[in-house]
Protein backbone atom coordinates (compact mmCIF):
# COMPACT_ATOMS: atom_id res chain seq x y z
CA UNK A 1 0.00 0.00 0.00
CA UNK A 2 3.14 2.22 0.88
CA UNK A 3 5.00 1.39 -2.26
CA UNK A 4 2.12 2.12 -4.51
CA UNK A 5 2.30 5.81 -3.91
CA UNK A 6 5.97 5.97 -3.03
CA UNK A 7 6.41 8.31 -6.21
CA UNK A 8 3.80 10.80 -5.23
CA UNK A 9 3.94 10.74 -1.48
CA UNK A 10 7.96 11.81 -2.28
CA UNK A 11 7.05 15.13 -3.67
CA UNK A 12 7.31 16.67 -1.07
CA UNK A 13 4.44 19.28 -1.56
CA UNK A 14 2.00 16.16 -1.23
CA UNK A 15 4.12 14.14 1.40
CA UNK A 16 2.18 11.08 3.63
CA UNK A 17 0.27 13.76 5.09
CA UNK A 18 -1.44 14.83 1.71
CA UNK A 19 -1.78 11.46 1.06
CA UNK A 20 -3.55 10.49 3.91
CA UNK A 21 -5.87 13.04 3.33
CA UNK A 22 -6.27 11.78 -0.41
CA UNK A 23 -7.20 8.76 1.01
CA UNK A 24 -9.61 10.14 3.25
CA UNK A 25 -11.42 12.06 0.09
CA UNK A 26 -14.38 11.68 -1.67
CA UNK A 27 -15.04 13.09 -4.77
CA UNK A 28 -17.48 12.67 -7.65
CA UNK A 29 -16.74 13.04 -11.53
CA UNK A 30 -19.57 14.38 -13.70
CA UNK A 31 -19.19 13.69 -17.54
CA UNK A 32 -17.20 10.86 -18.49
CA UNK A 33 -16.14 11.44 -21.33
CA UNK A 34 -12.11 12.80 -22.50
CA UNK A 35 -11.76 14.99 -19.41
CA UNK A 36 -13.79 12.75 -17.50
CA UNK A 37 -11.51 9.29 -18.47
CA UNK A 38 -8.42 11.66 -17.50
CA UNK A 39 -9.04 12.96 -14.22
CA UNK A 40 -10.82 9.38 -13.14
CA UNK A 41 -7.75 7.39 -14.44
CA UNK A 42 -5.06 9.80 -12.78
CA UNK A 43 -6.88 10.50 -9.15
CA UNK A 44 -7.49 6.73 -8.75
CA UNK A 45 -4.17 5.74 -9.49
CA UNK A 46 -3.01 8.74 -6.92
CA UNK A 47 -5.37 7.19 -4.37
CA UNK A 48 -8.17 9.43 -3.94
CA UNK A 49 -10.53 7.25 -1.67
CA UNK A 50 -13.78 6.91 -3.02
CA UNK A 51 -14.51 8.28 -6.48
CA UNK A 52 -18.07 8.33 -8.04
CA UNK A 53 -18.40 8.80 -11.66
CA UNK A 54 -21.20 9.68 -13.41
CA UNK A 55 -22.20 10.10 -17.20
CA UNK A 56 -25.48 9.05 -18.65
CA UNK A 57 -24.39 7.67 -22.35
CA UNK A 58 -22.70 4.42 -23.93
CA UNK A 59 -19.32 4.18 -25.82
CA UNK A 60 -19.23 5.02 -29.47
CA UNK A 61 -15.96 4.30 -31.90
CA UNK A 62 -15.75 8.01 -32.21
CA UNK A 63 -15.10 8.48 -28.39
CA UNK A 64 -12.06 5.93 -28.85
CA UNK A 65 -9.64 8.87 -30.16
CA UNK A 66 -9.38 10.52 -26.63
CA UNK A 67 -11.38 8.91 -23.84
CA UNK A 68 -8.54 6.93 -22.75
CA UNK A 69 -10.76 4.84 -20.44
CA UNK A 70 -12.51 2.70 -23.13
CA UNK A 71 -11.81 -0.09 -25.69
CA UNK A 72 -13.45 -2.18 -28.30
CA UNK A 73 -14.25 -4.39 -26.15
CA UNK A 74 -16.76 -2.21 -24.19
CA UNK A 75 -18.12 -0.99 -27.47
CA UNK A 76 -19.08 -4.48 -27.94
CA UNK A 77 -20.84 -5.11 -24.31
CA UNK A 78 -22.39 -1.88 -25.27
CA UNK A 79 -21.11 -0.78 -21.81
CA UNK A 80 -22.26 2.95 -20.62
CA UNK A 81 -19.24 4.60 -20.23
CA UNK A 82 -19.82 4.90 -16.39
CA UNK A 83 -19.37 1.49 -15.69
CA UNK A 84 -16.84 1.08 -18.01
CA UNK A 85 -14.49 3.21 -16.34
CA UNK A 86 -15.63 1.53 -13.05
CA UNK A 87 -15.08 -2.14 -14.40
CA UNK A 88 -10.95 -0.63 -15.60
CA UNK A 89 -10.18 0.96 -12.58
CA UNK A 90 -10.85 -1.02 -9.89
CA UNK A 91 -8.39 -3.60 -12.01
CA UNK A 92 -6.06 0.04 -11.49
CA UNK A 93 -6.69 -0.23 -7.64
CA UNK A 94 -8.51 -2.33 -5.62
CA UNK A 95 -7.69 -0.31 -2.49
CA UNK A 96 -10.35 2.32 -2.80
CA UNK A 97 -13.81 2.53 -3.62
CA UNK A 98 -14.77 3.21 -7.15
CA UNK A 99 -18.30 3.50 -8.09
CA UNK A 100 -20.00 4.62 -11.49
CA UNK A 101 -23.52 5.38 -12.06
CA UNK A 102 -25.32 5.62 -15.05
CA UNK A 103 -27.50 8.48 -14.79
CA UNK A 104 -28.56 12.21 -16.43
CA UNK A 105 -27.87 14.89 -13.91
CA UNK A 106 -30.25 17.55 -13.37
CA UNK A 107 -31.84 19.72 -11.07
CA UNK A 108 -33.64 17.13 -9.74
CA UNK A 109 -31.09 14.06 -8.54
CA UNK A 110 -27.82 16.75 -8.41
CA UNK A 111 -27.87 16.98 -4.49
CA UNK A 112 -28.30 13.11 -4.32
CA UNK A 113 -25.76 12.61 -6.66
CA UNK A 114 -22.92 14.92 -5.29
CA UNK A 115 -23.73 14.00 -1.59
CA UNK A 116 -21.01 13.75 0.49
CA UNK A 117 -18.30 14.65 -1.84
CA UNK A 118 -15.66 17.24 -0.97
CA UNK A 119 -14.63 17.71 -4.51
CA UNK A 120 -16.72 17.78 -7.91
CA UNK A 121 -14.94 17.49 -10.99
CA UNK A 122 -16.65 18.31 -14.45
CA UNK A 123 -16.30 16.62 -17.54
CA UNK A 124 -19.30 17.78 -19.08
CA UNK A 125 -20.02 18.84 -22.19
CA UNK A 126 -22.76 21.88 -22.02
CA UNK A 127 -22.85 24.99 -19.99
CA UNK A 128 -26.27 24.51 -18.44
CA UNK A 129 -25.49 21.56 -16.25
CA UNK A 130 -22.06 23.01 -14.83
CA UNK A 131 -24.52 26.43 -13.81
CA UNK A 132 -26.40 23.17 -12.13
CA UNK A 133 -23.14 22.44 -10.67
CA UNK A 134 -22.10 25.68 -9.90
CA UNK A 135 -25.03 26.31 -7.77
CA UNK A 136 -25.06 22.96 -6.00
CA UNK A 137 -21.32 23.55 -5.15
CA UNK A 138 -22.03 27.25 -3.84
CA UNK A 139 -25.16 25.97 -1.57
CA UNK A 140 -23.54 22.80 -0.08
CA UNK A 141 -19.76 24.36 -0.63
CA UNK A 142 -18.33 21.93 -2.27
CA UNK A 143 -15.35 22.99 -4.50
CA UNK A 144 -15.55 22.01 -8.05
CA UNK A 145 -13.03 22.15 -10.96
CA UNK A 146 -14.25 23.67 -14.61
CA UNK A 147 -13.07 21.94 -17.16
CA UNK A 148 -13.68 22.32 -21.18
CA UNK A 149 -11.93 21.13 -24.30
CA UNK A 150 -12.80 21.98 -27.80
CA UNK A 151 -11.22 21.62 -30.92
CA UNK A 152 -7.51 22.44 -30.44
CA UNK A 153 -8.38 24.92 -26.85
CA UNK A 154 -9.48 24.12 -23.70
CA UNK A 155 -10.65 25.79 -20.42
CA UNK A 156 -10.19 24.81 -16.62
CA UNK A 157 -11.17 27.27 -13.42
CA UNK A 158 -11.42 26.49 -9.97
CA UNK A 159 -14.14 27.19 -8.20
CA UNK A 160 -14.19 27.15 -4.39
CA UNK A 161 -17.63 28.42 -2.77
CA UNK A 162 -17.26 32.03 -1.46
CA UNK A 163 -13.57 32.06 -1.75
CA UNK A 164 -13.28 32.41 -5.27
CA UNK A 165 -15.52 33.98 -8.45
CA UNK A 166 -18.48 31.47 -9.41
CA UNK A 167 -19.22 30.30 -12.36
CA UNK A 168 -21.76 32.64 -12.64
CA UNK A 169 -19.56 35.50 -11.85
CA UNK A 170 -17.77 34.39 -15.24
CA UNK A 171 -20.76 32.59 -17.42
CA UNK A 172 -23.78 35.02 -16.57
CA UNK A 173 -26.81 32.97 -17.95
CA UNK A 174 -26.59 29.70 -20.60
CA UNK A 175 -27.07 31.50 -23.65
CA UNK A 176 -24.21 33.99 -23.01
CA UNK A 177 -20.84 33.37 -25.01
CA UNK A 178 -19.85 30.81 -27.68
CA UNK A 179 -21.87 27.78 -26.54
CA UNK A 180 -22.70 26.40 -29.43
CA UNK A 181 -19.97 25.02 -30.23
CA UNK A 182 -19.39 21.24 -29.48
CA UNK A 183 -17.49 18.68 -30.61
CA UNK A 184 -19.94 17.27 -32.55
CA UNK A 185 -19.48 20.32 -34.25
CA UNK A 186 -16.20 21.59 -34.25
CA UNK A 187 -13.99 18.54 -33.38
CA UNK A 188 -11.48 18.06 -31.00
CA UNK A 189 -7.95 16.90 -30.54
CA UNK A 190 -7.10 14.32 -27.84
CA UNK A 191 -4.07 16.81 -26.68
CA UNK A 192 -6.75 19.49 -25.40
CA UNK A 193 -8.39 17.25 -23.31
CA UNK A 194 -5.80 15.90 -22.20
CA UNK A 195 -4.23 18.77 -21.25
CA UNK A 196 -6.71 20.46 -19.42
CA UNK A 197 -7.37 16.90 -17.40
CA UNK A 198 -4.28 16.52 -16.54
CA UNK A 199 -4.72 20.50 -14.87
CA UNK A 200 -7.64 19.52 -13.44
CA UNK A 201 -6.59 17.04 -11.64
CA UNK A 202 -3.25 18.60 -10.07
CA UNK A 203 -5.86 21.88 -8.90
CA UNK A 204 -8.22 18.39 -7.55
CA UNK A 205 -5.16 17.17 -5.24
CA UNK A 206 -4.04 20.49 -4.28
CA UNK A 207 -7.94 21.22 -3.02
CA UNK A 208 -7.88 18.01 -1.29
CA UNK A 209 -4.89 18.31 0.21
CA UNK A 210 -5.79 21.61 1.63
CA UNK A 211 -3.05 23.49 -0.55
CA UNK A 212 -2.79 27.53 0.13
CA UNK A 213 -1.29 27.54 -3.63
CA UNK A 214 -4.50 26.31 -5.55
CA UNK A 215 -4.70 28.56 -9.10
CA UNK A 216 -7.45 31.79 -8.95
CA UNK A 217 -7.12 32.13 -12.74
CA UNK A 218 -9.20 31.40 -15.33
CA UNK A 219 -6.50 29.20 -17.31
CA UNK A 220 -6.72 28.49 -21.77
CA UNK A 221 -4.66 27.02 -24.02
CA UNK A 222 -4.53 26.19 -27.45
CA UNK A 223 -2.22 23.21 -27.97
CA UNK A 224 -1.94 23.74 -32.11
CA UNK A 225 -0.59 27.24 -31.49
CA UNK A 226 1.25 26.75 -28.63
CA UNK A 227 -0.08 29.20 -26.22
CA UNK A 228 -1.41 28.90 -22.37
CA UNK A 229 -2.97 32.29 -20.78
CA UNK A 230 -4.51 32.90 -17.66
CA UNK A 231 -6.76 35.29 -17.03
CA UNK A 232 -7.34 36.87 -13.40
CA UNK A 233 -11.50 36.75 -12.89
CA UNK A 234 -13.00 38.92 -10.28
CA UNK A 235 -16.17 38.22 -8.69
CA UNK A 236 -19.27 40.06 -10.15
CA UNK A 237 -21.06 42.23 -8.14
CA UNK A 238 -24.72 41.08 -9.09
CA UNK A 239 -24.04 37.53 -9.48
CA UNK A 240 -27.04 35.64 -8.52
CA UNK A 241 -25.59 32.58 -7.47
CA UNK A 242 -22.68 34.31 -5.37
CA UNK A 243 -26.08 36.13 -3.55
CA UNK A 244 -27.56 32.44 -2.48
CA UNK A 245 -29.90 32.32 -5.23
CA UNK A 246 -29.77 29.17 -6.99
CA UNK A 247 -31.53 29.09 -9.79
CA UNK A 248 -30.69 26.21 -12.18
CA UNK A 249 -30.92 24.14 -8.58
CA UNK A 250 -34.56 25.91 -8.36
CA UNK A 251 -35.03 24.36 -12.17
CA UNK A 252 -36.21 28.25 -12.53
CA UNK A 253 -33.69 28.90 -15.54
CA UNK A 254 -32.91 26.70 -18.34
CA UNK A 255 -34.75 24.01 -20.48
CA UNK A 256 -35.73 20.79 -19.66
CA UNK A 257 -36.11 17.69 -21.83
CA UNK A 258 -37.81 14.40 -22.01
CA UNK A 259 -37.10 11.71 -24.13
CA UNK A 260 -41.05 10.45 -25.54
CA UNK A 261 -41.02 7.14 -25.31
CA UNK A 262 -41.66 4.51 -28.19
CA UNK A 263 -42.12 7.82 -30.64
CA UNK A 264 -38.55 8.98 -31.47
CA UNK A 265 -39.13 12.34 -30.22
CA UNK A 266 -37.53 14.18 -27.56
CA UNK A 267 -39.82 17.50 -25.77
CA UNK A 268 -38.00 20.52 -24.79
CA UNK A 269 -39.26 22.63 -22.08
CA UNK A 270 -37.92 26.47 -21.08
CA UNK A 271 -39.29 27.64 -18.09
CA UNK A 272 -38.10 31.09 -19.04
CA UNK A 273 -39.56 31.16 -22.57
CA UNK A 274 -43.28 33.04 -21.60
CA UNK A 275 -44.80 33.57 -25.53
CA UNK A 276 -43.55 32.70 -28.45
CA UNK A 277 -44.71 34.85 -31.85
CA UNK A 278 -44.64 32.67 -34.80
CA UNK A 279 -45.23 35.37 -37.10
CA UNK A 280 -41.52 36.31 -35.57
CA UNK A 281 -39.91 33.39 -35.22
CA UNK A 282 -41.08 31.90 -38.80
CA UNK A 283 -39.03 35.16 -39.99
CA UNK A 284 -35.48 33.97 -38.01
CA UNK A 285 -36.34 30.57 -39.03
CA UNK A 286 -37.29 30.99 -42.92
CA UNK A 287 -34.09 31.44 -44.48
CA UNK A 288 -32.56 27.67 -42.66
CA UNK A 289 -35.12 25.75 -43.25
CA UNK A 290 -38.97 24.85 -44.29
CA UNK A 291 -41.14 26.52 -41.69
CA UNK A 292 -44.97 26.75 -41.36
CA UNK A 293 -47.49 27.63 -38.67
CA UNK A 294 -50.77 28.20 -37.72
CA UNK A 295 -52.37 29.51 -34.57
CA UNK A 296 -51.98 26.53 -32.64
CA UNK A 297 -47.85 25.26 -33.45
CA UNK A 298 -45.01 26.33 -35.88
CA UNK A 299 -43.82 23.65 -37.88
CA UNK A 300 -40.13 23.91 -38.72
CA UNK A 301 -37.60 21.23 -40.77
CA UNK A 302 -33.92 21.29 -41.02
CA UNK A 303 -31.76 18.94 -42.00
CA UNK A 304 -33.57 15.49 -41.03
CA UNK A 305 -34.88 17.26 -38.31
CA UNK A 306 -38.66 18.10 -37.01
CA UNK A 307 -39.16 20.75 -34.83
CA UNK A 308 -42.75 21.45 -33.46
CA UNK A 309 -43.29 24.22 -31.41
CA UNK A 310 -46.04 25.71 -29.72
CA UNK A 311 -47.04 29.25 -27.84
CA UNK A 312 -45.97 28.44 -24.40
CA UNK A 313 -42.11 27.70 -26.22
CA UNK A 314 -42.30 24.09 -25.43
CA UNK A 315 -41.04 22.37 -28.37
CA UNK A 316 -40.93 18.71 -29.87
CA UNK A 317 -37.73 17.61 -31.57
CA UNK A 318 -38.77 14.39 -34.39
CA UNK A 319 -36.23 12.02 -35.69
CA UNK A 320 -33.95 11.52 -32.28
CA UNK A 321 -34.03 9.88 -29.13
CA UNK A 322 -30.76 11.95 -27.86
CA UNK A 323 -31.72 14.71 -25.14
CA UNK A 324 -28.76 16.70 -25.62
CA UNK A 325 -28.99 16.89 -29.51
CA UNK A 326 -32.64 17.88 -28.96
CA UNK A 327 -31.44 20.41 -26.20
CA UNK A 328 -28.94 21.82 -29.10
CA UNK A 329 -31.29 22.06 -31.48
CA UNK A 330 -33.97 23.91 -29.89
CA UNK A 331 -31.25 26.58 -28.23
CA UNK A 332 -29.52 26.88 -31.75
CA UNK A 333 -33.19 27.91 -33.56
CA UNK A 334 -35.64 28.66 -30.78
CA UNK A 335 -33.21 30.16 -27.84
CA UNK A 336 -34.04 30.50 -24.83
ZN1 LIG B 1 -20.79 34.27 -8.63
Given at each position: ??????????????????????????I??????A???????????????????????????????????????????????????E?????????????????????????????????????L????????????????K?????????????????????????????????T???????????????????????????????????????????I?????????????????????T??????????????????????????????????????????????????????????????????????D??????????????????????G?
Amino acid sequence: MIDRYSRQTLFCEIGKEGQRRLGNSCIVIIGCGALGTITATSLVRAGVGRVRIIDRDFIEYHNLQRQVLFDEEDIKAELPKAIAAEQHLKKVNSSIEIEGVVADVNYANIEKLVAGADLILDGLDNLETRLLINDVSLKHKIPWVYGGAISATGMTMNIVPHKTPCFRCVWASPTSGGIALTCDTAGVISPAPFIIGSLQTVEAMKILIGSQEINRDLITIDVWKGNFSRFNIGRRADCATCRGEYEFLEARFGTRTTSLCGQNAVQVLNPEVKGVSFERLSTHLGPVGEVSYNEFMLRFRVDNHEIVIFPDGRAIIKNTTDESLARGLYNKYIGA
